[in-house]
């Protein structure tokens, strides 16, 4: 595993808020949140850096990352107000922790992205 913090949280090294997990997602708080509930998604047995470095056998991540996020969405009962997930790509984007992951954002109206 990473040493990222991310791999960190993983191994149960360094504390979260976990919300969500199973046998492939850890689901946490983001600890400096962008909306009333802002949840990160992380692989949890694979480290792949960068959306572009992942490779397409590992495709099938993303949609367990997806996945996992709205059936978040849909237990804690906001899924049909409506959510936001994000997935940043390098410095310019906003990554600062170099393990794929997936952001949830929801519990108020946001702001809108273009048409």
Same mark, same amino acid.
């Given at each position: 595993?990473?040493?990222?913090?991310? /791999?960190?949280?993983?191994?149960?090294?360094?504390?979260?808020?976990?919300?969500?997990?199973?046998?492939? $997602?850890? /689901?946490?708080?983001?600890? &400096?949140? !962008? @909306?009333?509930? +802002? $949840?990160?998604?992380?692989?949890?047995?694979? $480290?792949?850096?960068? %959306?572009?470095?992942?490779?397409?056998?590992?495709?099938?991540?993303?949609?367990?990352? @997806?996945?996992? #996020? #709205?059936?978040?969405?849909? !237990?804690?009962?906001?899924?049909?107000?409506?959510?936001?997930?994000?997935?940043?790509?390098?410095?310019? #984007?906003?990554?600062? $922790?170099?393990?794929? +992951? %997936?952001? %949830?954002?929801?519990?108020?109206?946001?702001?809108?992205?273009? &048409?």
């Amino acid at each position: 595993m990473s040493d990222t913090i991310f /791999g960190k949280i993983i191994r149960r090294e360094i504390p979260a808020a976990i919300v969500y997990e199973d046998e492939d $997602v850890l /689901g946490f708080k983001d600890i &400096a949140p !962008q @909306a009333p509930v +802002h $949840v990160l998604f992380i692989p949890k047995n694979e $480290v792949i850096p960068t %959306l572009d470095d992942l490779q397409p056998t590992q495709a099938h991540l993303i949609g367990k990352l @997806a996945l996992a #996020a #709205a059936a978040y969405a849909r !237990q804690e009962g906001f899924a049909e107000n409506g959510y936001r997930i994000v997935m940043n790509c390098r410095e310019d #984007a906003g990554q600062t $922790v170099f393990h794929i +992951h %997936l952001h %949830l954002l929801a519990g108020a109206p946001l702001g809108h992205f273009g &048409a």
